[in-house]
């Protein structure tokens, strides 16, 4: 097996026992990205003698018998939503395109410890929001399985990457589905960990009460080795939880006896592909052939999901997005241009007698915040801040976002049941594979519900992972199995339990050229 | 009769003395360099959380106590949405329905009889963290302004009143009255001038007519840069509050609730532009934050550990040291270090009179005169002390003790010391029998004077003493004379 098409976990051994250098590794995923991300677009920036760097650094110190972090000498990627020190952290949005962070992110600080071999940043949609990365302001990234059609997103670039083998491992963020449809739509693992097992710090809000840092890899043990290595209580997020970080790369290939799978009853209702139905059927008896007992549930409250998503999300990113106004950082419209416009237009009202009509212009303070967040935001994200502003509003705030959060309790309550009963909900990912670029661009509630399956993780909190499961028409199908809070180290188990069974994980794209 | 009742309520703003922000790690302190003290927490980079400073929530909890509020077990934080430049988030945190506290009082009073004794309630206290500076640079011909965030985070309490003043000399009071308990507590410094104080009086006219009382609309003052000008403010506007109403008879609710701004240069107030889109903050609770709970227990500990506050010391000044509640009003007033002196004084010497009037007459005099603090001051209490007895005991009269303490001032000397310097001697009790024995002796027209019922005469005695023997006491020189004329 050539040495891109290895998993994470085989190429620390290499590492480990000297047989591969840092640099060979990393030098051959550059070329990898060299060669096909031209077409793919999974990364926004990467740079070749920085990478190569931090590799020649880890394998002298590999040399000198000096003690490593658990990933050195590895790959991986980063969203261009967790901030790094000195760098670029745009989150593919016009208005930071010239941010440079001041500091480390927790996530890329653990990274850093670790050892790992940042490789680059990968394209996403605006801020995190949207399901196929084409918010993105500045490039479209395409499927590495079929290049007409999307990733899915908004971890778009972060799941290409893995699918076109231009690094083993890979972080993204999970707001309403942003690892696992992603991952399922690309064909490999993507695990988003209950709400507080990862810190938050450093990960550009989209929405605070949701968003998850998580891995993305092509096996559910490499997604063990980086998750233990991100996760932990972090002083610096109220939000973080303290509890003890379990080795979930050692435990991961002990398989789970006794296990009992919910079936959701609502999540096989109409809008779900016959081929996805069929793929998830087929999986769920392939956990039956290794022991598991499935029993159908309900979830009443989970078709609200996607309702009360699309408001709490919006009116947190509404606030979240309110300090890119152009004044302290990021883009600000060009002041003099705005400025001699300004004063044209009050001229020409006091010239034609119009004298209150010139009192009702704005002040330049104002008009610089509306042209420069106007002239910085996408049209995504817009109609995100609108959505959300309206439903905080004074009369609103009740009927929308309170009884969104009443809603939302429901949906917690409805799993906290369902793990009472089960160990894990399993179910479908998206209601289809990967869909063709520019297909649902004009229909925002179209795209919308495409989220149907994985928001509720998000707002109960919980832990959900995707894993591959089949093919439709050649394009990867995933799996999602869903658990109670702080039970990755089980659902890691499953998933790499149903890995050990079939070989949906190890499918690669032909790649071409 | 007056012809309307005026209506006050006050919405104060104290910054807490914490040594770090409300949400992140730096410095609070007053007057460095701009955008010195800041992070990327504070200066709200994306990607940045707020951690709550538990120091800052104790100390708002211990204030909200010594105002005699309740706490809630259960609070949260919110977002106040607006921008502005200072405003580096785009958004406040602060507390909008479940604030940490509410329902408390403050009781005011002055024994010089200018307001009648009143508790004032108080509605709500809530903490939040403080906006930067802006400096708006329009000398230079510009539309520039820079901007300060060394301030933004810093803890800020908001004390809300319910509308119970009807003066703006009880606005005053009560402003007067909470400085005090915040020094007291140890909390802010209450600088006016560096802006760890700020106050918004509400105000408005209940008039007397035939029909009853009519409340005329609220109007909101701001700039009021220190108690003497919220005095003023208040009264300028009650004042103007009546011209509007007998010229419009404008009731509450007829238009909106207007805010003006107090000059102090002019002595008036003027009206601020009215924004419509600023009165929708767009509350919403934090979802960086966890809400704080706060046990039965913590309030009981927090309490318990209050110390002594303003109106409890006065009490017992008054009734364990036996000075008047105006003396006792004087000397808690000055503050917790200069009345902690006092008490040092009054215990030492055990006579809380004697200790009440040099505190107030040398003590408080010296400071005046001198613009010391009582920590700057050169007379340690145990020094004081030690005068005071050779007063109490007769060693001194007021007068020669007076000259003492002057020495003990200026060069710092201890009592004895001084008085060594000041050729000041105790005068053996047998040898001052004995100089009695002899100028009574020598003056029997004196002595005849007194036994005729002129006890007064004696006093020509204490002269004659003197000069043949400075140190005499003066006072038991009569004594030690009409017991010697009487045993005659
Ligand atoms: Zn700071």
Same mark, same amino acid.
């Given at each position: 097996?050539?040495?891109?098409?290895?998993?994470?976990?085989?190429?620390?051994?290499?590492?480990?026992?000297?047989?591969?250098?840092?640099?060979?590794?990393? *030098?051959?995923?550059?070329?990898?990205?060299?060669?096909?991300?031209?077409?793919?677009?999974?990364?926004?920036?990467?740079?070749?003698?920085?990478?190569?760097?931090?590799?020649?650094?880890?394998?002298?110190?590999?040399?000198?018998?000096?003690?490593?972090?658990?990933?050195?000498?590895?790959?991986?990627?980063?969203?261009?939503?967790?901030?790094?020190?000195?760098?670029?952290?745009?989150?593919?949005?016009?208005?930071?395109?010239?941010?440079?962070?001041?500091?480390?992110?927790?996530?890329?600080?653990?990274?850093?410890?670790?050892?790992?071999?940042?490789?680059?940043?990968?394209?996403?949609?605006?801020?995190?929001?949207?399901?196929?990365?084409?918010?993105?302001?500045?490039?479209?990234?395409? #499927?590495?399985?079929?290049?007409?059609?999307?990733?899915?997103?908004?971890?778009?670039?972060?799941?290409?990457?893995?699918?076109?083998?231009?690094?083993?491992?890979?972080?993204?963020?999970?707001?309403?589905?942003?690892?696992?449809?992603?991952?399922?739509?690309?064909?490999?693992?993507?695990?988003?960990?209950?709400?507080?097992?990862?810190?938050?710090?450093?990960?550009?809000?989209?929405? *605070?009460?949701?968003?998850?840092?998580?891995?993305?890899?092509?096996?559910?043990?490499?997604?063990?080795?980086?998750?233990?290595?991100?996760?932990?209580?972090?002083?610096?997020?109220?939000?973080?939880?303290?509890?003890?970080?379990?080795?979930?790369?050692?435990?991961?290939?002990?398989?789970?006896?006794?296990?009992?799978?919910?079936?959701?009853?609502?999540?096989?209702?109409?809008?779900?592909?016959?081929?996805?139905?069929?793929?998830?059927?087929?999986?769920?008896?392939?956990?039956?052939?290794?022991?598991?007992? =499935?029993?159908?549930?309900?979830?009443?409250?989970?078709?609200?999901?996607?309702?009360?998503?699309?408001?709490?999300?919006?009116?947190?990113?509404?606030?979240? %997005?309110?300090?890119?106004?152009?004044?302290?950082?990021?883009?600000?419209?060009?002041?003099?241009?705005?400025?001699?416009?300004?004063?044209?237009?009050?001229?020409?009202?006091?010239?034609?007698?119009?004298?209150?009509?010139?009192?009702?212009?704005? *002040?330049?303070?104002?008009?610089?915040?509306?042209?420069?967040?106007? &002239?910085?935001?996408?049209?995504?994200?817009?109609?995100?801040?609108?959505?959300?502003?309206?439903?905080?509003?004074?009369?609103?705030?009740?009927?929308?976002?309170?009884?969104?959060?009443?809603?939302?309790?429901?949906?917690?309550?409805?799993?906290?049941?369902?793990?009472?009963?089960?160990?894990?909900?399993?179910?479908?990912? +998206?209601?289809?594979?990967?869909?063709?670029?520019?297909?649902?661009? $004009?229909?925002?509630?179209?795209?919308?519900?495409?989220?149907?399956?994985?928001?509720?993780? @998000?707002?109960?909190?919980?832990?959900?992972?995707?894993?591959?499961?089949?093919?439709?028409?050649?394009?990867?199908?995933?799996?999602?199995?869903?658990?109670?809070?702080?039970?990755?180290?089980?659902? %890691?188990?499953?998933?790499?339990?149903?890995?050990?069974?079939?070989?949906?994980?190890?499918?690669?794209? /032909?790649?071409?050229? | 009769?007056? #012809?309307?009742?005026?209506?006050?309520?006050?919405?104060?703003?104290?910054? %807490?003395?914490?040594?770090?922000?409300?949400?992140?790690?730096? +410095?609070?302190?007053?007057?460095?360099?701009?955008?010195?003290?800041?992070?990327?927490?504070?200066?709200?980079?994306?990607?940045?959380?707020?951690?709550?400073?538990?120091?800052?929530?104790?100390?708002?909890?211990?204030?909200?106590?010594?105002?005699?509020?309740?706490?809630?077990?259960?609070?949260?934080?919110?977002?106040?949405?607006?921008?502005?430049?200072?405003?580096?988030?785009?958004?406040?945190?602060?507390?909008?329905?479940?604030?940490?506290?509410? $329902?408390?009082?403050?009781?005011?009073?002055?024994?010089?009889?200018?307001?009648?004794?009143?508790?004032?309630?108080?509605?709500?206290?809530?903490?939040?963290?403080?906006?930067?500076?802006?400096?708006?640079? &329009? !000398?230079?011909? *510009?539309?520039?302004?820079?901007?300060?965030?060394?301030?933004?985070?810093?803890?800020?309490?908001?004390?809300?009143?319910?509308?119970?003043?009807?003066?703006?000399?009880?606005?005053?009071?009560?402003?007067?009255?909470?400085?005090?308990?915040?020094?007291?507590?140890?909390?802010?410094?209450?600088?006016?001038?560096?802006?760890?104080?700020?106050?918004?009086?509400?105000? @408005?006219?209940?008039?007397?007519?035939?029909?009853?009382?009519?409340? /005329?609309?609220?109007?909101?003052?701001? #700039?009021?840069?220190?108690?003497?000008?919220?005095?003023?403010?208040?009264?300028?506007?009650?004042?103007?509050?009546?011209?509007?109403?007998?010229?419009?008879?404008?009731?509450?609710?007829?238009?909106?609730?207007?805010?003006?701004?107090?000059?102090?240069?002019?002595?008036?107030?003027?009206?601020?532009?009215?924004?419509?889109?600023?009165?929708?903050?767009?509350?919403?609770?934090?979802?960086?934050?966890?809400?704080?709970?706060?046990?039965?227990?913590?309030?009981?500990?927090?309490?318990?550990?209050?110390?002594?506050?303003?109106?409890?010391?006065?009490?017992?000044?008054?009734?364990?040291?036996?000075?008047?509640?105006?003396?006792?009003?004087?000397?808690?007033?000055?503050?917790?270090?200069?009345?902690?002196?006092?008490?040092?004084?009054?215990?030492? !010497?055990?006579?809380?009179?004697?200790?009440?009037?040099?505190?107030?007459?040398?003590?408080?005099?010296?400071?005046?005169?001198?613009?010391?603090?009582?920590?700057?001051?050169? !007379?340690?209490?145990?020094?004081?002390?030690?005068?005071?007895?050779?007063?109490?005991?007769?060693?001194?009269?007021?007068?020669?003790?007076?000259?003492?303490?002057?020495?003990?001032?200026?060069?710092?000397?201890?009592?004895?010391?001084?008085?060594?310097?000041?050729?000041?001697?105790?005068?053996?009790?047998?040898? %001052?029998?004995?100089?009695?024995?002899?100028? =009574?002796?020598? @003056?029997?027209?004196?002595?005849?004077?007194?036994?005729?019922?002129?006890?007064?005469?004696?006093?020509?005695?204490?002269?004659?003493?003197?000069?043949? #023997?400075?140190?005499? @006491?003066?006072?038991?020189?009569?004594?030690?004379?009409?017991?010697?004329?009487?045993?005659?």
């Amino acid at each position: 097996m050539s040495m891109i098409h290895s998993t994470a976990t085989q190429l620390l051994q290499e590492l480990q026992a000297s047989r591969l250098s840092s640099v060979e590794i990393t *030098s051959a995923y550059l070329d990898q990205i060299e060669r096909h991300d031209p077409r793919v677009g999974a990364f926004l920036r990467f740079d070749r003698d920085a990478a190569l760097q931090q590799a020649r650094a880890i394998d002298e110190r590999r040399a000198k018998g000096q003690p490593l972090g658990k990933l050195a000498g590895l790959p991986v990627a980063v969203k261009d939503l967790l901030t790094s020190t000195g760098e670029l952290t745009t989150c593919a949005s016009k208005i930071l395109a010239n941010f440079r962070s001041p500091y480390d992110s927790t996530v890329v600080a653990k990274l850093k410890a670790a050892d790992a071999v940042l490789i680059g940043r990968t394209n996403m949609d605006e801020f995190a929001m949207g399901g196929s990365t084409e918010n993105s302001a500045f490039q479209k990234t395409h #499927n590495p399985w079929d290049l007409t059609r999307t990733p899915g997103g908004s971890s778009g670039g972060a799941a290409a990457c893995v699918a076109a083998s231009m690094t083993p491992l890979s972080i993204g963020t999970d707001t309403g589905g942003s690892i696992r449809q992603p991952a399922a739509m690309c064909g490999v693992t993507g695990l988003k960990p209950t709400y507080g097992r990862v810190s938050r710090f450093g990960l550009v809000a989209f929405a *605070s009460s949701l968003d998850q840092a998580g891995p993305l890899a092509w096996t559910a043990d490499d997604a063990a080795l980086l998750l233990e290595v991100i996760a932990g209580h972090d002083p610096r997020d109220a939000t973080s939880v303290d509890a003890p970080v379990p080795a979930y790369s050692q435990s991961v290939r002990q398989p789970l006896a006794g296990l009992s799978l919910g079936l959701v009853r609502e999540h096989f209702a109409a809008g779900l592909e016959p081929d996805v139905e069929q793929a998830v059927r087929e999986a769920v008896k392939v956990y039956e052939s290794l022991g598991a007992t =499935v029993k159908e549930i309900s979830l009443p409250h989970s078709k609200y999901g996607v309702a009360v998503y699309y408001l709490v999300a919006p009116c947190e990113a509404s606030s979240n %997005l309110a300090r890119y106004d152009g004044v302290h950082y990021g883009h600000r419209t060009d002041e003099a241009a705005m400025h001699a416009e300004l004063n044209a237009k009050r001229k020409q009202l006091v010239a034609a007698g119009k004298h209150a009509e010139a009192d009702k212009l704005e *002040s330049p303070l104002v008009e610089l915040y509306r042209r420069s967040r106007a &002239e910085g935001f996408g049209p995504e994200v817009k109609r995100r801040i609108m959505l959300g502003t309206y439903a905080l509003s004074a009369g609103y705030y009740d009927a929308y976002y309170l009884k969104a959060l009443k809603v939302r309790r429901l949906i917690r309550d409805d799993f906290d049941r369902a793990f009472q009963e089960v160990d894990f909900v399993i179910g479908p990912v +998206s209601t289809s594979p990967a869909f063709k670029l520019g297909d649902k661009v $004009d229909d925002p509630l179209a795209m919308y519900l495409m989220d149907i399956y994985t928001v509720s993780a @998000n707002l109960a909190g919980i832990a959900g992972i995707s894993i591959p499961c089949g093919f439709s028409r050649g394009l990867p199908i995933g799996l999602q199995l869903q658990a109670k809070p702080f039970d990755e180290e089980r659902l %890691l188990r499953a998933a790499a339990m149903y890995q050990t069974a079939t070989d949906w994980h190890t499918k690669r794209p /032909t790649m071409g050229k | 009769m007056s #012809n309307y009742d005026i209506i006050i309520g006050l919405e104060v703003h104290v910054q %807490l003395q914490t040594a770090t922000k409300l949400f992140c790690g730096c +410095s609070t302190q007053f007057g460095a360099e701009p955008n010195t003290q800041t992070c990327p927490v504070c200066t709200g980079m994306p990607g940045t959380l707020p951690v709550m400073n538990r120091k800052a929530f104790d100390l708002a909890v211990r204030t909200a106590l010594a105002l005699n509020c309740q706490i809630a077990p259960f609070t949260k934080w919110d977002r106040k949405q607006y921008y502005y430049p200072d405003l580096p988030k785009g958004y406040q945190i602060s507390q909008f329905d479940l604030p940490f506290s509410h $329902d408390g009082w403050l009781e005011i009073s002055d024994p010089k009889g200018k307001i009648e004794p009143k508790r004032l309630r108080i509605q709500r206290v809530h903490l939040e963290e403080d906006a930067g500076k802006s400096m708006h640079d &329009e !000398v230079a011909g *510009s539309a520039d302004s820079r901007i300060d965030l060394n301030r933004t985070g810093t803890p800020l309490l908001e004390i809300v009143t319910q509308p119970d003043m009807r003066s703006p000399a009880e606005a005053k009071a009560f402003l007067t009255e909470l400085k005090l308990l915040l020094t007291y507590l140890g909390v802010s410094d209450c600088n006016m001038q560096e802006g760890s104080l700020r106050v918004d009086g509400n105000i @408005n006219l209940h008039v007397h007519t035939d029909a009853g009382k009519i409340a /005329t609309p609220i109007v909101e003052v701001k #700039n009021m840069n220190s108690f003497r000008s919220v005095e003023r403010a208040l009264t300028y506007e009650a004042e103007r509050l009546w011209d509007v109403w007998q010229e419009s008879k404008q009731k509450l609710g007829d238009v909106p609730k207007q805010t003006r701004g107090w000059d102090d240069q002019a002595n008036i107030t003027r009206g601020q532009r009215h924004k419509e889109e600023s009165s929708d903050y767009r509350y919403f609770p934090d979802p960086d934050l966890v809400p704080v709970t706060v046990s039965s227990e913590r309030v009981a500990e927090v309490q318990s550990g209050l110390g002594e506050l303003p109106a409890a010391l006065r009490t017992r000044l008054e009734t364990s040291y036996g000075i008047t509640p105006y003396d006792s009003d004087v000397i808690v007033n000055q503050g917790r270090a200069a009345a902690d002196y006092y008490l040092a004084v009054a215990d030492g !010497v055990a006579d809380g009179k004697l200790a009440s009037n040099w505190f107030q007459q040398d003590v408080l005099r010296t400071l005046n005169d001198r613009s010391l603090t009582i920590e700057q001051f050169g !007379v340690p209490a145990t020094a004081l002390v030690a005068l005071l007895k050779k007063i109490k005991g007769g060693e001194l009269d007021n007068a020669r003790g007076r000259q003492v303490f002057a020495a003990m001032l200026d060069q710092g000397l201890s009592a004895d010391a001084a008085m060594q310097a000041l050729g000041f001697e105790q005068v053996d009790e047998s040898e %001052l029998v004995a100089l009695c024995q002899e100028i =009574v002796a020598a @003056n029997p027209k004196i002595v005849a004077d007194v036994k005729g019922g002129n006890a007064k005469a004696a006093g020509s005695f204490v002269g004659m003493a003197k000069k043949k #023997n400075k140190n005499v @006491n003066p006072a038991r020189v009569q004594e030690i004379c009409l017991q010697l004329i009487a045993q005659m």
